[in-house]
Nanobody
Framework: QVQLVEAGGGLVQPGGSLRLSCAASGSIFSINAMAWYRQAPGKERELVAIIGGGGTNYADSVKGRFTISRDNAKNTVYLQMNSLRPEDTAVYYC???????????????WGQGTQVTVSS
């Protein structure tokens, strides 16, 4: 069984910074990519950033402000968020495309989400 656990969410003032982490645990054989999504009230879930073997990609709204990184040895992905804006307020979800021992193909797994609120 695979579990993704996010941490680091909370309340921050506009212009502030926050660092999210997501650790994947379980019978993991390999991780192809990890990503961060977010969903604000009344809006669809959107991709924020993704990191895989080929590099990284970001939503236009966070380019230059957010940085995604990964510690392969710990099966952990991070999201460093700087210059935060009120419109960044959302539930942030960790996502992983990974393969477990005993399965032939990789699959998608989700964390339960962590709340990020940017407000003065």
């Amino acid at each position: 069984q695979v579990q993704l656990v996010e941490a680091g969410g909370g309340l921050v003032q506009p212009g502030g910074s926050l660092r999210l982490s997501c650790a994947a645990s379980g019978s993991i054989f390999s991780i192809n990519a990890m990503a961060w999504y977010r969903q604000a009230p009344g809006k669809e879930r959107e991709l924020v950033a993704i990191i895989g073997g080929g590099g990284t990609n970001y939503a236009d709204s966070v380019k230059g402000r957010f940085t995604i990184s990964r510690d392969n040895a710990k099966n952990t992905v991070y999201l460093q968020m700087n210059s935060l804006r009120p419109e960044d307020t959302a539930v942030y979800y960790c996502n992983a495309h990974l393969q477990t021992y005993g399965t032939y193909r990789p699959d998608i797994y989700w964390g339960q989400g962590t709340q990020v609120t940017v407000s003065s």
